[in-house]
């Protein structure tokens, strides 16, 4: 009786908690009149830099990490239609020592309506991201296949990019499984003039 009873108080906070999520999520209309103006390409071409930290749902401080991201735009015809899209070479290191490099291919499509509509792809993300920018905010959302202690967890990312000026953008990115929040990524990007004066990362260890 009483593991009858626990299984359904757990059952309840489950329900409870993504009630809670469905409804304190954000549209990225709200974003439409906010500036400076945010343009995934424009930010991200050339060379940047990102400080990054992953706390748990307890926010617990779990991991620290450097970025050297490398962005360059190509055009690319598609059944007969000239899409643009940038290529981005992203080097983490890790406190712990650990490296990964990510490569992500996102393709630009701009709607009638004037609206950007955002897809990439990388090595460890499964399927396609998806996204789009309004105001100074962009959002999409993302499955990948974590590997932990030699064990293969997919889990789902949504990004929020919030830029700030001309050289700063914050992303926060909530990670779940099932539904239930696991953790969060916090990434502050730098590019341009104050990217120039920190310089790279030296990515050979922390």
């Known amino acids: 009786m009483n593991r009858l009873l626990a299984c359904f108080a757990f ?5 409870f908690m993504s009630l ?6 954000q549209t990225l209309s709200s974003f439409d009149n906010t500036k400076p103006k ?5 930010f991200f071409e050339g060379d940047s830099l990102a400080y990054g930290i992953f706390e748990d749902r307890f926010g617990n401080l779990r991991r620290r990490f450097k970025v050297n991201i490398s962005g360059s735009i190509s055009q690319q015809t598609i059944s ?3 899409v643009e899209q940038i ?8 406190e712990d020592g650990e490296k ?7 393709k630009k499509d701009i709607l009638e309506n ?3 509509i955002y897809n990439g792809q990388a090595q460890d993300v499964i399927g396609t991201a998806e996204g789009s920018a309004s105001g100074s905010t962009f959002y999409w959302q993302y499955d990948v296949d974590l ?5 293969s967890f997919r889990v789902k990312f949504k990004d929020w990019i919030y830029q700030m000026d001309d050289y700063i953008a914050i992303n926060k990115a909530t990670v779940s499984k099932f539904g239930i929040e696991v953790g969060t990524v916090t990434l502050v990007f730098v590019r341009g003039d104050p990217a120039s004066l920190i310089g790279s990362f030296d990515i050979s260890g922390w």
């Open 20 to 25: 809670f999520q469905a409804c304190s999520q």
């Open 114 to 116: 004037g609206s950007e």
């Open 147 to 151: 590997n932990i202690l030699d064990k």
């Open 87 to 94: 290529t981005l070479v992203e080097d983490f290191v890790y």
């Open 80 to 82: 007969g239609k000239e």
């Open 100 to 106: 990964q490099q990510r490569i992500w291919t996102i």
């Open 38 to 42: 945010f343009s995934l390409f424009e």
């Open 11 to 15: 059952l309840a906070l489950i329900f």
